[in-house]
């Protein structure tokens, strides 16, 4: 511990960029860096989270750190249980490196249990503990799992998503004959993958039945329709779902929310954006439209993705156009408010994009 420290000084790092560094968890590293401040031969420089950095003694502890001690003979060291899969890191104490995702896009990881919220999920998945993301649309949840999870199947769900959408169902052959093909659910199950749904709470509750035993500790289902087969999970099979709260028809049933012990709310990350070279001005309006959202002022807010689609149409048309197209692609019933919001940042009328006169 005092070596990176000393090696890094005026550097300062948390328990988990600490741990991440050395291998070791971060209960243990946290309890060395308390040790090293009681000596004078570390210094804590903040509290949520920890922050540590060197001191003027931290070069003389590291020189007489000691390596670890040689096992006795005749015993067996016992391996380290292998870490889950993390997004690479970036040079010590800095970010991760952005993940990329099978569209080819890139992900940024954020924070989450001061973690990266891709290893975050990533533990969650080898201790079995189901997770349901919710937010609203746009805000990245499906981003966030497709980068935590490269073996991942996508089922997206709506209120027509059917029994057999899940576990599968007869279809005819190039013979003309009928073969059992297995739908998402088995295929995730057999072959130890990651299975999202999307839109869960979309699916209807009847549906959604037939999902429970393989999340419990049974872990199994009967495929009734192909001569009551069972089913048994393979190692690595997980279920995550995503919710969308203010879609219509979208209902948290009980039986659903009890199913994953973990709920996390996801929001556009407009730090993010601004890093992303999106318009400043267009990101401020975002925020503040986040902000009289959560006060109840106005039902909508544009989210990462609309603010992502701004850029590219502030790119190709001009900004003048990507301001009016925001005003747009607000709900009837928040526009006027929206526009309100616009044109003072902008310093001028803003109207929804809307053809002119035939040239």
């Known amino acids: 511990m005092a070596k990176v420290l000393a090696a890094n000084a005026g550097v300062q790092f948390s328990v988990t960029e600490l741990a991440r560094a050395l291998g070791h968890s971060g209960g243990a590293v946290g309890n060395a860096c308390e040790t090293l401040v009681s000596r004078g031969e570390a210094e804590r420089v903040g509290s949520k989270p920890r922050m540590y950095r060197a001191t003027s003694a931290t070069a003389t502890a590291a020189q007489h750190a000691l390596p670890p001690a040689p096992a006795p003979v005749g015993t067996r060291t016992v391996p380290r249980p292998a870490a889950p899969q993390a997004p690479a890191a970036g ?15 890139q992900y940024h990881p954020r924070s989450l249990a001061q973690l990266p919220d891709v290893e975050a999920l990533q533990r969650l998945r080898k201790a079995q503990v189901a997770v349901l993301l919710y937010g609203p649309p746009g805000t990245g949840k499906t981003s966030l799992i497709e980068a935590a999870f490269p073996d991942l199947i996508t089922v997206a769900g709506d209120g027509d998503t059917t ?3 899940l576990i599968g169902e007869y279809t005819q052959n190039a013979n003309g004959g009928y ?13 130890g993958r990651a ?10 509750p009847k549906v959604l039945a037939a999902l429970y035993p393989a999340m419990d500790g049974r872990r199994q289902i009967q495929v009734k329709a192909h001569k009551g087969e069972t089913i048994t999970a393979a190692d690595g099979f997980y279920v995550i779902a995503g919710h969308n709260p203010g879609v219509h028809g979208a209902v948290l049933t009980e039986a659903l929310a009890s199913r994953f012990s973990v709920q996390i709310q996801v929001g556009s990350d407009y730090d993010l954006a601004a890093a992303l070279k999106i318009n400043r001005t267009a990101v401020r309006i975002a925020r503040h439209l986040a902000t009289a959202q959560q ?28 301001f009016a197209n925001l005003v747009g692609i607000a709900p009837l019933e928040d526009r006027d408010a ?10 001028r ?8 006169r035939q040239l």
């Open 91 to 105: 040079p010590l104490g800095g970010r991760p490196e952005p993940i990329t995702r099978p569209n080819g896009q």
């Open 163 to 165: 029994v057999g959408d």
């Open 179 to 191: 073969e059992f093909i297995y739908g998402p659910l088995v295929t995730a199950m057999r072959e």
């Open 195 to 204: 299975l999202l749904l999307d839109d869960a709470t979309l699916i209807s």
């Open 295 to 322: 006060a109840g002022e106005v039902g909508w807010a544009p989210q990462l993705r609309e603010l992502i689609a701004f850029q590219k149409i502030a790119d190709v048309l001009g900004t003048e156009a990507a």
């Open 338 to 347: 929206v526009a309100e919001i616009v044109a003072k940042a902008v310093g």
């Open 349 to 356: 009328p803003v109207t929804a994009l809307a053809l002119g």
